[in-house]
T-cell receptor, first 113, second 110 residues
């Protein structure tokens, strides 16, 4: 398996634009997590899904952020409108309920100008 | 509330010296504890999981429930060990949802 795949790897956008980050989890994994990494706040969990259903979105900063998982092999994190303070590295991770060990993607480095 | 504390932001040692990266946690139940490593601008990689009791790349970590600690140790540091190290806690019924410490940057000098 190629591991957790995220795209794009880098995104530069202007304030006010919509940004969509994508994640393909490891095949067979039934949990998917979105994390955000910043210098100030470290690694924070934004939202996680189990069997494509959102379980806990309490970490989503505000209504500008939304996440979907239409099927077991794809998830998106959308920011609309984007703001400079959203600049961060966004990681997707997946795990299998039989082992509960999360594996991380390479991340998307987002810069909002 | 669950919390993971890594008291050192930066740890600098010389090659061949012993290393100990500290991690303390607060959790009322039986946690799962992990160490992840992040080399420069790369993905987080699982280094250790407490229940596996393995030694990876020479690193070991022992869960001390009395002191609520899960310190990471290596007897002889190598330059290639330089990276960010994150301690994380997971609750058993949350599919691997991780609560991370703030991370410790390990710098191994030649």
């Amino acid at each position: 398996d190629a591991g957790v795949i995220q795209s794009p790897r880098h995104e530069v956008t202007e304030m006010g634009q919509e940004v969509t980050l994508r994640c393909k989890p490891i095949s067979g994994h039934d949990y998917l997590f979105w994390y955000r990494q910043t210098m100030m706040r470290g690694l924070e969990l934004l939202i996680y899904f189990n069997n494509n259903v959102p379980i806990d979105d309490s970490g989503m900063p505000e209504d500008r952020f939304s996440a979907k998982m239409p099927n077991a092999s794809f998830s998106t994190l959308k920011i609309q409108p984007s703001e400079p303070r959203d600049s961060a590295v966004y990681f997707c991770a997946s795990s299998f309920s039989g082992s509960l060990v999360p594996y991380f993607g390479a991340g998307t480095r987002l810069s909002v100008l | 509330a669950q919390r993971v504390t890594q008291p050192e932001k930066l740890l600098s040692v010389f090659k061949g010296a012993p290393v100990e990266l500290k991690c303390n946690y607060s959790y009322s139940g039986s946690p799962e504890l992990f160490w992840y490593v992040q080399y420069s601008r790369q993905r987080l990689q699982l280094l250790l999981r407490h229940i596996s009791r393995e030694s990876i790349k020479g690193f070991t970590a022992d869960l001390n429930k009395g002191e609520t600690s899960f310190h990471l140790k290596k007897p002889f540091a190598q330059e290639e060990d330089s990276a960010m190290y994150y301690c994380a806690l997971s609750k058993r019924n949350q599919g691997g949802k991780l609560i991370f410490g703030q991370g410790t940057e390990l710098s191994v000098k030649p």
